[in-house]
């Protein structure tokens, strides 16, 4: 269990200049968390490069992107080069010893026999390998095209995105449904699911593709590693983690945190992680940054009520520009609702016992009951009633600040860091707000 150490200061400015790097190991796709570490690293001058998981064919054949998928996905990055080597992780593809997969031995299993499904844990174990083996090899040609495009003596910051791990399997998603969303008959307790076969299967699954791989590029770029510092260059390695946030309650600042979130044991297998590699002198750290909007966030109705309160957090902070991204916000209202309305709603449920008592940092991450389930979509579904449009939200302007604001942390707080977790609570990003305005800028 990690300690509890909120990122409580501004950092210093970074020597971070042209010339040097930021690389991206995960594919980015669409808007969110890291297009603010893009943002800053340009800001900076340094140079942007992306990498792929890559695509699988119809038959299964993981491949890399064709130029036309290379071309997007690096319009996606902003311009900047794509090293097309497929950084899939995870093993629900592999067929060791020529046996089906994981994903073909769930293509007849229906939802309602989630509780039967088991697997050989020597069958995992051999799948897990083999997946491992493809991504280290793959992992060590990215290696290898570094360093051809990384100057000597080059600062580099490793970005670690990757996240995720649902099997690829039509089974899934109904009883993820159920459990991030039910309520009523159709409410599916998470603790359940998780000791389930299928849970442990998630649980597994998780654990390769949010967390080994971090330990797995910081073993890959050794001999860069080695070699930019040796030259008088500086390596970070930075991760995003989720373990609960720091958000104004009541007028105070509290740790909270959404429930449930099953993929918080794959986040904390992160942190441990960057700890062992503190251990051994390295610079890495997990950011654990606040809840936000995104199309991957979508499933967990719930998770944006957090974010509201950002907007009181960063009146107390900045005047003016504060006033402008509370009008961006309130022009997103139905008529009749109003943002003070707004964020009552959001402190009402943030605040409620049948909330706040379940909640412990020590036995993090929660299991959900029905009563907690049905508050929260309860709760969620009245705050989105009070939008003129439901695909226009107010969270998703805060999300925006987030990610800008994160970004900015993070890069900077990588030049010199000491911890291998920090949280990046609202209070940081709206100090931050009051120094950088345009993080709230349209």
């Not at 890399?64 to 990055?77: F, I, Q, Y």
């Not at 970070?236 to 104004?248: D, E, F, K, R, V």
């Amino acid at each position: 269990m990690s300690d509890y150490t909120p990122l409580r200061a501004i950092p210093e400015t970074a020597g971070y200049k042209p010339g040097d790097c930021l690389v991206l190991i995960g594919e980015l796709f669409g808007r969110g968390y890291a297009n603010g570490l893009i943002e800053e690293a340009r800001r900076l001058g340094m140079t942007v490069i992306g990498t792929t998981v890559g695509r699988r064919d119809s038959d299964g054949t993981l491949r890399c992107l064709t130029p036309e998928e290379l071309a997007d996905a690096e319009a996606l990055l902003g311009g900047g080069a794509i090293i097309n080597v497929p950084l899939e992780a995870g093993f629900d593809m592999e067929t060791p010893d020529g046996e089906p997969s994981v994903a073909e031995r769930l293509k007849k299993v229906k939802p309602d026999e989630w509780e039967s499904v088991s697997f050989d844990d020597e069958f995992i174990s051999r799948a897990r390998e083999l997946g491992r083996v493809r991504f280290m090899a793959n992992l060590a040609r990215v290696m290898t095209e570094l360093e051809t495009l990384i100057p000597a003596g080059a600062n580099v910051i490793f970005a670690h995105t990757m996240a995720g791990g649902i099997p690829r399997a039509r089974v899934f998603m109904p009883l993820l449904n159920r459990v991030f969303k039910g309520s009523g008959d159709k409410y599916l307790p998470s603790a359940p699911f998780w000791q389930s076969g299928l849970g442990k299967l998630c649980d597994a699954s998780f654990n390769e593709v949010t967390g080994d791989t971090l330990r797995h590029l910081i073993t890959a770029s050794a001999a860069l590693r080695e070699r930019l510092t040796a030259a008088g260059g500086r390596v970070a390695y930075t991760a995003y983690g989720y373990h609960g946030t720091g958000i104004l309650r009541n007028g105070s600042f509290a740790w909270q945190s959404y429930t449930p979130y099953l993929q918080g044991y794959a986040k904390m297998l992160l942190e441990d992680h960057a700890k062992a590699a503190r251990s051994q002198g390295i610079n890495a750290t997990v950011f654990n940054c606040p809840e936000i909007l995104t199309n991957s966030s979508a499933l967990f109705l719930g998770v944006e009520i957090s974010l509201y309160p950002l907007l009181q957090a960063i009146r107390a902070e900045v005047d003016d520009g504060a006033a402008a991204l509370e009008t961006r916000c309130a022009a997103l209202l139905a008529d009749g609702a109003t943002l003070a309305g707004l964020l009552e709603e959001a402190n009402r449920y943030l605040t409620a016992p049948l909330i706040t008592d379940a909640l412990s940092f020590d036995t993090w991450p929660q299991h959900s009951t029905k009563e907690q389930m049905e508050l929260m979509l309860a709760t969620s579904n009245r705050l989105m009633e009070m939008h003129a449009d439901q695909k226009q939200l107010v969270c998703a302007e805060l999300s925006k600040v987030v990610f800008r604001a994160t970004g900015h942390l993070m890069v900077q707080t990588a030049w010199s860091c000491a911890e291998p977790t920090l949280w990046l609570n609202h209070d940081i990003i709206a100090r931050l707000a009051a120094t950088r305005p345009e993080i709230i800028q349209p």
